[in-house]
Structure formats: structure tokens, C-alpha cells
């Protein structure tokens, strides 16, 4: 089966190059499309100096494994990598890369498909997609034309082209895998291809591309903790890369917006009811941010967004992430039973670092107001603990009600096997914990 997918997906370039149902013109489609584009991909090199922590290490699995107690880390000096890139500016020298890969480096350099190896400059980072833009000066460089994800499907023939375990230039094909793909480290943005092109580490940064040689993604990586290929591997699509490379090269960071807030699946906590399930609840308040100082509450139910509905969290989140500083935004939410138009505008995402929360809330936000009784002694271990409830917590309300003592909580704990919630405030969020 393997094998017959492979033969499909290569007949198909049949009809992209103009060859005939054999082997030669087979061999001719695939050596057509690398012709266009391994002179556009670039290896990466870079060197950081200083002290480093191991990231590896961090991971608590591994800690464990290792028996590594938790307040000890293991720290390296200096550090090398080995990434991909795609040129995509030949004039200026433009060139796309992965963030992690460049974004700690003292110097980074670039070599061409030809042997030529250059000092590159860095232009702009962007973390959420795990970016970056680095920029040589060079003659006669190639560049590849971004193509557009959104025409992808499930099945399309494609080419990954980098520089995976330092073996420069090589290519792997297969085909789009999946679409829309999430859960790939801890990126704020979450919407991957998925292939089975050979995808090994060295890979990130480079060029996953389509029949006609288009680049439609950025290579991100791989799920295998052994950090070799398993068949599945990610990359960034490129109508959303084509997006950010854009404002990097203009401004050298992608000004994202700040709307303030999480969701869950209204469906995964409703009873039943098909309105009842659908929409997704908020979940996570931050107070005195965009969409709390302009009305929304915890416990809204979030129906569309510019008029765009949303089946997952991870969608809706995917969104927002792309939504620049600034930009005005209408939510349609339903709080209760009753159908409301939210208008918010966006700050910019650097904001939500510098916000500083005042006590009353100044928009009398009921969740950003510590009116209920402070939590002062939740035992580790124990059932509310397990609930999510910690000590300093502020208790807000319970069951969409105000709260007022923490008795309101033992009688909601009691009430075992029944439904509740309660609404808390922690260090400036509102959170709405979820109890059966």
C-alpha cells in the first residue's frame, strides 16, 4: 500500500510535466520540480555562546527517566545547530527559517545549494509560528514562489527539500497527510500539514512544496521524542508563513493582537440540547484586557467572530493569533439566553505583559472583582486541589452566582455527581473551573 500511494501521487506530475505513463517521465516529473527548487533551499548554521540550559532535560518525562530531582538543571556553554531554509526574495536575499533555530545565535550563517557559504543578518522573529527571516547579501540566488495551502488536500503530491542530520540538499516526498493539524509542542498557533515525506532533525526551516514546485509549507518538525522520522512530520502552511515572513521583512516582528481570553467546546461540558453544544465558552478572563474592559464576561458563549464560526478552540485561538494590533473585531455571544454583538478592538500582544490589574475592576467586571472569600488553606492532594482550586485563590462565584463564603464550595462538593462550577480570580485572570 506503501508503494501504490507513492505511484498514484508520481502519476499524477504526469499531468503537471507532460510525460507518459512510464517510468523515465516519472523519474523526469520529480528531477523537474528538484531543478526548480533545491537552489532555493539553504543550509543553516549558528553558533550561540554563552550558558545554556538543556532543553531536553526539561522535559519532566525525561527527568524521571533520568532520575533528576526537579531543581536541578544540567547546563551546557555554547551550543551549534544545523537547520534549513528557503530563499524567497532573490533580490534582497530574503530567507525563511525556523525561529528556534536562529533565535538565541551570535552568528548564523548560510550555504547555498552552489557551495557558497555567507554571513546572514537577522531580520525579524515571530515565536508563536516559530518564524524567522534571515537576510544575505549574495549574486545570482534563486527564490522559490510561495503557492497557497488553502487549495491542499488530503492525498496531494508533495516534496520536502532541507537539510535534515546536516545531509545538505536532500529530498524526500509522499503525500499531504492531514490538514489543520494541532498539539505539536506549545506554539500559540496550531494549524499544521501533516505529510509523509521523511522529515529528520535538520529538517525545520526548509521547503515542503507541491507538484508545480510551489512552497506550501515551512518545515516544523516531528512528534518522535527520538527526534527521528516516524512518517509523520509538520509543516507551517504557507498562506500563513507568506503572512508573517511579510510584516517580518517590514517591520521585524509580526504586531499581533491581544483580545485576552481562552475557550473551551461548549460540547464538551453540555448536558445535551443541540443550541446547548454548540459555540465555545469562555473559560480564562484576563482582567483589563481588550475583551474585558469592552464586555465580555466570563461564561459567554462565543457564537462567531467577524461572523466565522468556529467547531475547536484550537481554531478559534488560531484566529485570533493572526488578528494584528489594533484591529476591530465583532463577537457574537450568547450570555444565557440572550443573544449579544460584542465591538473589540485589539491591543497589541506586548500588552499583556505590562497590564497592571486595579482592584474594584474599573468595567465592574464580576469575575475581575475579589469580592468572594480568599482560599487560604487548600491542601495539596486533596479533592479541590485535584479541581484545580489553590490557596490565595479568590472564589467569585459559584454556578454563575456571586459567592460570598467558602461553605458555598463544601456545599457544591458535596453535591456529588452533579454538574457545577465555580468562577475564581488568580493573579489577575479569571479562570472558570468545571466540577463534577
Known amino acids: 500500500m506503501f508503494r501504490i500511494s507513492r505511484l498514484l ?8 510535466w507532460g510525460g507518459a505513463a512510464e517510468a523515465t517521465s516519472i523519474e523526469a516529473g520529480v528531477s523537474a520540480i528538484l531543478q526548480r527548487v533545491r537552489p532555493a533551499v539553504v543550509s543553516i548554521h549558528t553558533l550561540s555562546s554563552g550558558i545554556f540550559r538543556n532543553e531536553k532535560l526539561e522535559d519532566p518525562n525525561v527527568r524521571r527517566f533520568l ?20 530563499i524567497v526574495d532573490s533580490e534582497d536575499g530574503y530567507i525563511v527559517t525556523s525561529r528556534h533555530l536562529v533565535a538565541d545565535a551570535d552568528d548564523v550563517s548560510v550555504t547555498l545549494a552552489d557551495g557558497r557559504a555567507f554571513e546572514a543578518d537577522r531580520v525579524g522573529e515571530d515565536g508563536p ?37 546536516g545531509m545538505a540538499q536532500s ?31 535538520g529538517n525545520s526551516g526548509g521547503a515542503l512544496v507541491n507538484a508545480y514546485g510551489e512552497l506550501i ?26 503572512q508573517i515572513v511579510r510584516e517580518l521583512i517590514i517591520h521585524g516582528e509580526y504586531k499581533r493582537g491581544w483580545l485576552g481570553l481562552s475557550v473551551t467546546p461548549v460540547a464538551a461540558i453540555a448536558d445535551g440540547g443541540s443550541d446547548e453544544g454548540q459555540g465555545l465558552v469562555v473559560n480564562e478572563l484576563a482582567c483589563n484586557s481588550p475583551a474585558e474592559r469592552q464586555g465580555v464576561r466570563l461564561g459567554d458563549v462565543i457564537m462567531a467572530l467577524d461572523g466565522r464560526t468556529f467547531a475547536t478552540d484550537a481554531a478559534f485561538r488560531n484566529a485570533v493569533s493572526l488578528l494584528p494590533a489594533n484591529a476591530r473585531i465583532t463577537l457574537d455571544i450568547r450570555r444565557g439566553e440572550e443573544p449579544r454583538k460584542l465591538n473589540v478592538t485589539l491591543s497589541q500582544s506586548s500588552d499583556r505583559d505590562t497590564v497592571v490589574v486595579e482592584f474594584p475592576s474599573a468595567t465592574g467586571s464580576p469575575a475581575c472583582m475579589p469580592t468572594g472569600a480568599v482560599l487560604v488553606d487548600v491542601a495539596r492532594g486533596s479533592v479541590v486541589y485535584a479541581m484545580g482550586l489553590r490557596t490565595g485563590d479568590y472564589l467569585t462565584a459559584v454556578n454563575g452566582k456571586a459567592a460570598f463564603s467558602a461553605d458555598q464550595v463544601r456545599d457544591v462538593l458535596q453535591t456529588i455527581g452533579v454538574k457545577a462550577s465555580v468562577d475564581i480570580l488568580r493573579a489577575g485572570t479569571a479562570y472558570r473551573i468545571e466540577l463534577e
Open 67 to 86: 532520575g533528576l530531582p526537579d531543581d536541578v538543571f544540567i547546563v551546557q556553554s555554547g551550543a551549534t545547530a544545523v537547520g534549513s531554509g528557503v
Open 129 to 165: 509560528t516559530d518564524l524567522a527571516v534571515v537576510k544575505i547579501k549574495a549574486p545570482g540566488l534563486s527564490a522559490l514562489k510561495w503557492g497557497h495551502s488553502s487549495e491542499l488536500k488530503v492525498g496531494d503530491f508533495v516534496v520536502a527539500v532541507g537539510n535534515p542530520l
Open 9 to 16: 501521487g508520481l502519476a499524477a506530475l504526469l499531468d503537471v
Open 171 to 201: 529530498a524526500t516526498f509522499g503525500i499531504i497527510s492531514g490538514l489543520g493539524r494541532s498539539g505539536l509542542d506549545a506554539d500559540e498557533y496550531q494549524d499544521y500539514i501533516q505529510t509523509d515525506a521523511a522529515i529528520n532533525l
Open 217 to 242: 509549507g515551512i518545515a516544523r518538525g516531528i512528534p518522535a521524542p527520538s527526534e527521528e522520522s516516524t512518517g509523520i512530520g509538520f509543516a507551517m502552511p504557507s498562506d500563513v508563513a507568506m
